[in-house]
């Protein structure tokens, strides 16, 4: 059962226009997770779905009523249509169940004990029933999200839109915030979600708009658009999801940021939480404890570059140095040679004029689909 039909919706701004021609059809019971580079209009075509932009041209029907018309009750829309932001926007001066009700009994006229009876249930569901008299300041921000999500629930609206919501939250709290939508998902909520979370978007999502030129560029099933993607702008970008470069310049490297990096390449590309721990440990001993603290001054930078295959769920390491041969793996130490056979099912080096090492990872985590 066709939801929402956009026909040639389009968005201007002054400097720029972020939607050309979005055309697409959200089916009743929908998980779609909107995915692109940033800067092509995927957070436009929310607000624009919901009223808080009011497009250019184009029309979007909700249930055969175009929402578009300027004679549109543009608060009703948002009733039906429910948004989540990556900023929480909750009232700082409300606690929990305060920000939950406010919006059904003062735009739906529920009864304050009705509206505190539903809000207690949805609090319970997502773990914030013993926060409710919290006020925002006192939560973290997955707690915060989550409260916002039962703000928007509160409403019954007929779709929920996400924007980003777990863009300004740190892995647990995101976590946190995924498991919860991945139940609305369970249980029939339709939804689109504007993700970085490819992870997620793969195992959860039953369609995927992939997002460029100020058009749907691409949508299909997740298979079809992470192991399958027809045209070149999408396979570049799910290529890009899947191959990343650690560059260290110097013995001072900026340890944190390299695990981010690490945490972040595991968390978009690969097929759990147990295999991102296998690549960050297998990087710590191969990069860090063997070749760091091998090469002279004179070697740096050394290069890694980490590619994941969909396909088969391998995951490659490749280290090069300049310099004169020296194989960091001929003085490895005993211990971190022991790790590295359990981590790794190649682990080979070569010179060409450079120092080369190549490792394979050993597959430890199936997909959780």
């Known amino acids: 059962m066709t939801l929402i039909r956009i026909e040639h919706l389009r968005k201007e701004f002054p400097a720029s226009v972020p939607l050309k021609d979005i055309n697409a059809e959200i089916r009743k019971g929908d998980v779609i997770a909107v995915i692109g580079p940033s800067g092509t209009g995927k957070s436009t075509f929310l607000r624009c779905l919901n009223r808080l932009e009011t497009s250019t041209s184009g029309r979007i029907l909700l249930e055969g009523t175009d929402i578009t018309d300027p004679a549109c009750d543009a608060a009703k829309v948002r009733q039906k249509i429910g948004m989540v932001f990556q900023s929480f926007n909750l009232f700082n001066n409300l606690d929990v169940l305060g920000n939950v009700t406010s919006a059904p009994v003062h735009l739906l006229k529920m009864p304050k004990a009705e509206a505190e009876k539903k809000a207690m249930e949805l609090l319970a569901k997502v773990g914030m029933a013993e926060r409710a008299d919290r006020f925002p300041d006192e939560l973290s ?3 915060k999200q989550r409260t916002a999500i039962v703000r928007a629930i509160m409403m019954d609206p007929d779709i929920l839109l996400f924007d980003e919501p777990t863009s300004a939250l740190d892995p647990a709290m995101a976590a946190e915030v995924l498991s919860v939508i991945r139940d609305l998902a369970q249980e029939g909520m339709t939804m689109m979600i504007v993700t970085h979370e490819m992870r997620f978007a793969r195992n959860v999502a039953n369609r995927v708009f992939y997002m460029d030129e100020g058009v749907i560029y691409e949508e299909g099933t997740p298979e079809e658009i992470f192991a399958h993607p027809v045209r070149e702008k999408t ?14 310049h110097s013995a001072s ?12 390449f595991g968390r978009d590309a690969m097929q759990g939480p147990h295999d991102a721990r296998h690549l960050i440990l297998t990087f710590e001993e191969l990069v860090i404890q063997t070749v760091l603290k091998q090469i002279g001054g004179m070697n740096y930078p050394v290069h890694t570059d980490i590619g994941y295959s969909e396909a088969d769920s391998t995951v490659t390491m490749d280290i090069c140095f300049e310099g004169d041969r020296m194989d960091p793996l001929e003085n490895i130490e005993d211990l971190s040679a022991m790790i590295l056979r359990k981590m790794t099912s190649v682990m080979e080096y070569e010179y060409d004029g ?3 090492i190549h490792a394979v990872l050993q597959h430890t985590e199936k997909p959780d689909r």
């Open 354 to 356: 450079i120092n080369r």
């Open 141 to 143: 921000g997955g707690q």
């Open 235 to 248: 396979r570049r970008f799910i290529l890009r999801l899947q191959n990343t470069r650690i560059t260290i």
């Open 253 to 264: 490297y900026d340890y944190p940021a390299v695990l981010e990096q690490l945490e972040r």
